[in-house]
């Protein structure tokens, strides 16, 4: 019974949260729409431009629902293989996105560096952001 | 298996000699592991402690325990620190400081060694154009294949590295290596890379070379398989000329990871024949429970001008206490059985 109910919430959870979250740049940014590929190399540092504006990822610090989503859905990876990817990249030179403490802040980052790239629940989108991703 | 119980006393003896070196580096190894219990925070075990975007500091050291018929040793086989940043405009930079074999002791020979200079392992910088177009120059691994672009203990799944890793090519480069994304396939990346100058410092290289020249590609397939070439050539300092051509494959899985590397090389030397040498090794890799993996690696190596042919099979057994720490043993069969080994490492990266 309990793999049913398991199965269950991870078939609720995939479609409740479908098209919730979005990427977000600045409105004043020159990025445009980017693909779930790119979305992915920019958080996990294997790129880290659209055309020649230097993009800034940022993440959600914690366990956060929200982060848990983005990376199962965008990243396509589980933590512990992203945290084992930030230990091989550390002997690269590669360090992990910077972190925000809360979707606020991450909106407020997103908003004032230049740059920066994060992904915020659809409904907290306001003028000063753009999506460039809903996922 | 050829382990007798003097030579294992004689390893318990040199852990016994040697226990104020273990305990200086499982202090630093106990300390790193209460640093890191809090996630995310300036210092992460294995990630280093990151004062601002421009200064992160880490390191790592390894220690091994070998024994065979002619071999009994027990050494700290590497001592390094890193330190890189970045600045917000483009510009990186990367310097790794190494003490390689810093301290041995050899219990067939009752003899120690001990490499207290330090050298500069990599010291280089990258300006960052676009995804398309990067500049690396300063001293660099040379990027090819895959076993040499993670060439230390911890982050490897075997105590032991293939022979190919080791002989068929400069694994360092003092030089540029100019990269990126390919705009004609979005998944297809490239070095060129290029040398004309000495090693930065060769104290510990495996292939002091003055010029060398080549392109490396690599197509990822987005599905866990990837698949990579290399072509080039260099000149050792002694005049020695070596053509060679890399090839690569692997496929990585949550639980199982495969991976081969081919390269054939001509060696024409200032003096002698023209040596053809040939390396293949391909290695498989189980993750049976998180922390526990199981390694078997076959490798053929073949110099047809020395007579050098060397058939090697490796089982190996990895426990990482946490991902960073990393507890090998593996067995080690050659087609001379006097050269069969067991070897064992503790690894950390910091």
């Given at each position: 019974m309990r793999w049913l109910i398991g199965v269950f919430l991870v078939w609720y959870v995939q479609?409740?949260?479908?098209?919730?979250?979005?990427?977000v740049v600045?409105?004043?940014s020159k990025v445009g729409l980017l693909d779930s590929n790119k979305v992915r190399d920019l958080f996990l540092k294997k790129r880290s431009f659209s055309g020649k504006q230097k993009l800034i990822p940022v993440n959600l610090l914690g366990d956060n629902e929200i982060r848990a989503e983005f990376e199962r859905s965008v990243l396509r990876m589980r933590r512990e293989e992203i945290n084992h990817l930030w230990i091989k990249d550390h002997f690269l030179g590669i360090s992990p996105p910077v972190t925000q403490a809360s979707l606020a802040s991450i909106r407020l980052f997103v908003e004032r560096v230049d740059g920066a790239i994060g992904y915020l629940p659809k409904d907290m989108v306001n003028d000063n952001l753009k999506i460039v991703h809903e996922f | 298996m050829h382990i007798s119980s003097s030579d294992f006393a004689a390893g318990v003896i040199g852990f016994l000699i040697l226990r104020r070196h273990f305990i200086l580096i499982l202090l630093s190894a106990l300390s790193c592991l209460n640093l890191a219990v809090a996630e995310e925070t300036q210092y992460q075990l294995g990630m280093g402690y990151e004062l601002n975007?421009?200064?992160?500091?880490?390191?790592?050291?390894?220690?091994?325990?070998?024994?065979?018929?002619?071999?009994?040793?027990?050494?700290?086989?590497?001592?390094?620190?890193?330190?890189?940043?970045?600045?917000?405009?483009?510009?990186?930079?990367?310097?790794?400081l190494e003490w390689s074999e810093l301290y041995k002791i050899d219990y067939e020979n009752n003899e120690e060694e001990q490499h207290t200079r330090p050298f500069i392992e990599r010291l280089y910088g990258d300006y960052k154009y676009s995804d398309y177009l990067s500049v690396r120059f300063g001293k660099q691994i040379t990027p090819i294949g895959y076993w040499n672009l993670q060439p230390i203990n911890v982050l490897r799944e075997t105590t032991s590295n293939p022979i190919l890793s080791r002989r068929m090519f400069p694994?360092?480069?003092?030089?540029?290596?100019?990269?990126?994304?390919?705009?004609?396939?979005?998944?297809?990346?490239?070095?060129?890379?290029?040398?004309?100058t000495k090693d930065l410092d060769n104290e510990r290289i495996n292939i002091d070379a003055d010029r060398h020249v080549g392109l490396s590609l690599e197509k990822d397939f987005q599905n866990g398989w990837k698949l990579g070439t290399s072509l080039g050539n260099f000149r050792e300092v002694n005049k020695d000329k070596t053509r060679y051509f890399q090839f690569n494959a692997r496929f990585d899985q949550y639980r199982y990871s495969f991976i081969t590397e081919s390269n054939f090389s001509r060696k024409d030397p200032d003096i002698g024949k023209v040596e053809r040498i040939v390396d293949i090794y391909v290695q498989t890799e189980y993750r049976f429970r998180p922390k526990h993996t199981l390694i078997g690696r076959v490798e053929y190596f073949h110099n047809d001008e020395l007579g050098l042919k060397e058939r090697i099979g490796v089982l190996a057994y990895g426990y990482r206490i946490r991902y960073p720490i990393s507890l090998k043993i593996e067995y080690q069969l050659h087609a001379d059985s006097n050269d069969n080994q067991l070897l064992t490492s503790f690894s950390v990266l910091f």
């Amino acid at each position: 019974m309990r793999w049913l109910i398991g199965v269950f919430l991870v078939w609720y959870v995939q479609f409740a949260f479908a098209g919730e979250f979005v990427v977000v740049v600045s409105s004043s940014s020159k990025v445009g729409l980017l693909d779930s590929n790119k979305v992915r190399d920019l958080f996990l540092k294997k790129r880290s431009f659209s055309g020649k504006q230097k993009l800034i990822p940022v993440n959600l610090l914690g366990d956060n629902e929200i982060r848990a989503e983005f990376e199962r859905s965008v990243l396509r990876m589980r933590r512990e293989e992203i945290n084992h990817l930030w230990i091989k990249d550390h002997f690269l030179g590669i360090s992990p996105p910077v972190t925000q403490a809360s979707l606020a802040s991450i909106r407020l980052f997103v908003e004032r560096v230049d740059g920066a790239i994060g992904y915020l629940p659809k409904d907290m989108v306001n003028d000063n952001l753009k999506i460039v991703h809903e996922f | 298996m050829h382990i007798s119980s003097s030579d294992f006393a004689a390893g318990v003896i040199g852990f016994l000699i040697l226990r104020r070196h273990f305990i200086l580096i499982l202090l630093s190894a106990l300390s790193c592991l209460n640093l890191a219990v809090a996630e995310e925070t300036q210092y992460q075990l294995g990630m280093g402690y990151e004062l601002n975007d421009a200064f992160t500091v880490g390191g790592y050291f390894s220690t091994e325990y070998g024994s065979g018929k002619e071999i009994n040793f027990f050494g700290v086989d590497d001592l390094a620190f890193l330190v890189y940043g970045e600045n917000d405009a483009n510009f990186s930079y990367f310097f790794e400081l190494e003490w390689s074999e810093l301290y041995k002791i050899d219990y067939e020979n009752n003899e120690e060694e001990q490499h207290t200079r330090p050298f500069i392992e990599r010291l280089y910088g990258d300006y960052k154009y676009s995804d398309y177009l990067s500049v690396r120059f300063g001293k660099q691994i040379t990027p090819i294949g895959y076993w040499n672009l993670q060439p230390i203990n911890v982050l490897r799944e075997t105590t032991s590295n293939p022979i190919l890793s080791r002989r068929m090519f400069p694994k360092f480069l003092t030089g540029i290596d100019i990269y990126g994304y390919t705009p004609i396939d979005e998944n297809l990346t490239y070095h060129l890379y290029l040398q004309g100058t000495k090693d930065l410092d060769n104290e510990r290289i495996n292939i002091d070379a003055d010029r060398h020249v080549g392109l490396s590609l690599e197509k990822d397939f987005q599905n866990g398989w990837k698949l990579g070439t290399s072509l080039g050539n260099f000149r050792e300092v002694n005049k020695d000329k070596t053509r060679y051509f890399q090839f690569n494959a692997r496929f990585d899985q949550y639980r199982y990871s495969f991976i081969t590397e081919s390269n054939f090389s001509r060696k024409d030397p200032d003096i002698g024949k023209v040596e053809r040498i040939v390396d293949i090794y391909v290695q498989t890799e189980y993750r049976f429970r998180p922390k526990h993996t199981l390694i078997g690696r076959v490798e053929y190596f073949h110099n047809d001008e020395l007579g050098l042919k060397e058939r090697i099979g490796v089982l190996a057994y990895g426990y990482r206490i946490r991902y960073p720490i990393s507890l090998k043993i593996e067995y080690q069969l050659h087609a001379d059985s006097n050269d069969n080994q067991l070897l064992t490492s503790f690894s950390v990266l910091f």
